[in-house]
């Protein structure tokens, strides 16, 4: 079977990259070794600056309410013990608003997208052998294509030769049901000395649905205890009635300080590790490297590099809060 493009790994990286090589008229494969797109490692939380790059593949916000995501208006830190609130405003950039969506939801999501342009995906297939043969390639001795990308995240490109860089963030995140005392209009971030390079994390992503986490670029050996210790917090002053809807999970992050070389392939989304990730810029990056890459491909030029927006520049000013009733220092 022969393909334009064949792409590995069904984030929001490759799906959006196999979704504009299918609008493109790209006769396109997308190939993942999951068997269905649920139970990633991640926050549901996609920014202010996520709304304008899906603005670029054409999802609106009317289309993430139809989805069950929770629309929020603002941040919500304690900073070393000072709470500090950024109401997101609109510019080049930023929307005035973000979403907190479930990604066993958006992802799917993107897959029917990808499906309904014309892409091809195959769900449990794991890929592992790419052999180049003059100007084609070759996957599994069964797909052979012009053009092969790698959107296989931050562990998966490892056994087809992209470079991993080492010590990457570790995180830890849940997804419960629960009745929660907190605002659903906002983000909580804690940054505090015990999760070093890091910051927990609390985000409503749906009618009574919250993701909560942590982690640490510099505290991976200690990030369980970090996890128990703020679930433990969060059930005991925030939640009533509350279970899993995805039990506590971990893995590793595909974001950097800086970019990283990897192999003759191109690679998007976690797989290229350049997302820094002091921006908490993932899916939005994952999304626009997709995007860029696929554009390259359509018009045969270099991908263009996905510019991280400065940390804060999505906010005009920062209010102190010196008591909140909604929001605890303890969190």
Same mark, same amino acid.
């Given at each position: 079977?022969?393909?334009?493009?064949?792409?590995?790994?069904?984030?929001?990286?490759?799906?959006?990259?196999?979704?504009?090589?299918?609008?493109?008229?790209?006769?396109?494969?997308?190939?993942?070794?999951?068997?269905?797109?649920?139970?990633?490692?991640?926050?549901?939380?996609?920014?202010?600056?996520?709304?304008?790059?899906?603005?670029?593949?054409? !999802?609106?916000?009317?289309?993430?309410?139809?989805?069950?995501?929770?629309?929020?208006?603002?941040?919500?830190?304690?900073? =070393?013990?000072?709470?500090?609130?950024?109401?997101?405003? /609109?510019? /080049?950039?930023?929307?005035?608003?973000?979403?907190?969506?479930?990604?066993?939801?958006?992802?799917?999501?993107?897959?029917?997208?990808?499906?309904?342009?014309?892409?091809?995906?195959?769900?449990?297939?794991?890929?592992?052998?790419?052999?180049?043969?003059?100007?084609?390639?070759? !996957?599994?001795?069964?797909?052979?294509?012009?053009?092969?990308?790698?959107?296989?995240?931050?562990?998966?490109?490892?056994? +087809?030769?992209?470079?991993?860089? &080492?010590?990457?963030? =570790?995180?830890?995140?849940?997804?419960?049901?629960?009745?929660?005392?907190?605002?659903?209009?906002?983000?909580?971030?804690?940054?505090?000395?015990?999760?070093?390079?890091?910051?927990?994390?609390?985000?409503?992503?749906?009618?009574?649905?919250?993701?909560?986490?942590?982690?640490?670029?510099?505290?991976? /050996?200690?990030?369980?205890?970090?996890?128990?210790? +703020?679930?433990?917090?969060?059930?005991?002053?925030?939640?009533?009635?509350?279970?899993?809807?995805?039990?506590?999970?971990?893995?590793?992050?595909?974001?950097?300080?800086?970019?990283?070389?990897?192999?003759?392939?191109?690679?998007?989304?976690?797989?290229?590790? !350049?997302?820094?990730? &002091?921006?908490?810029?993932?899916?939005? =990056?994952?999304?626009?490297?997709?995007?860029?890459?696929?554009?390259?491909?359509?018009?045969?030029?270099?991908? &263009?590099?996905?510019?991280?927006?400065?940390?804060?520049?999505?906010?005009?000013?920062?209010?102190?809060?010196?008591?909140?009733?909604?929001?605890?220092?303890?969190?």
């Amino acid at each position: 079977m022969d393909y334009d493009v064949i792409i590995i790994g069904a984030g929001p990286a490759g799906l959006t990259c196999g979704l504009q090589l299918a609008k493109a008229g790209k006769s396109c494969l997308i190939i993942e070794q999951r068997e269905e797109l649920r139970g990633k490692v991640c926050g549901d939380g996609l920014s202010s600056h996520c709304m304008q790059v899906l603005k670029k593949i054409n !999802i609106q916000e009317d289309e993430l309410v139809s989805l069950g995501g929770k629309k929020i208006y603002r941040n919500i830190t304690s900073n =070393f013990g000072q709470l500090e609130q950024r109401y997101y405003c /609109k510019s /080049k950039e930023y929307e005035n608003y973000a979403f907190g969506l479930s990604r066993d939801v958006f992802d799917p999501y993107l897959l029917h997208l990808a499906r309904m342009a014309g892409a091809e995906v195959r769900l449990g297939w794991k890929v592992s052998k790419i052999e180049k043969y003059n100007s084609e390639y070759v !996957i599994d001795s069964t797909f052979k294509t012009k053009k092969v990308v790698l959107a296989c995240g931050a562990m998966g490109g490892k056994k +087809l030769g992209v470079l991993r860089p &080492e010590n990457l963030p =570790f995180g830890i995140s849940a997804r419960v049901f629960g009745d929660c005392n907190l605002a659903s209009d906002a983000f909580y971030f804690k940054y505090d000395w015990q999760y070093g390079n890091g910051y927990a994390w609390l985000f409503p992503v749906g009618e009574k649905l919250w993701n909560y986490g942590v982690w640490s670029a510099d505290k991976q /050996k200690n990030i369980n205890n970090l996890f128990k210790q +703020l679930e433990q917090r969060l059930k005991h002053t925030y939640f009533s009635s509350i279970h899993y809807d995805r039990q506590p999970k971990g893995a590793l992050i595909g974001a950097t300080k800086g970019k990283v070389k990897n192999n003759l392939l191109p690679c998007i989304g976690d797989c290229d590790y !350049i997302a820094c990730y &002091e921006s908490g810029e993932g899916i939005s =990056f994952a999304i626009e490297s997709g995007y860029h890459q696929a554009n390259a491909i359509i018009n045969d030029m270099e991908a &263009e590099t996905v510019s991280i927006p400065i940390r804060d520049a999505f906010c005009g000013e920062v209010k102190k809060l010196d008591k909140e009733p909604l929001v605890r220092q303890n969190l």
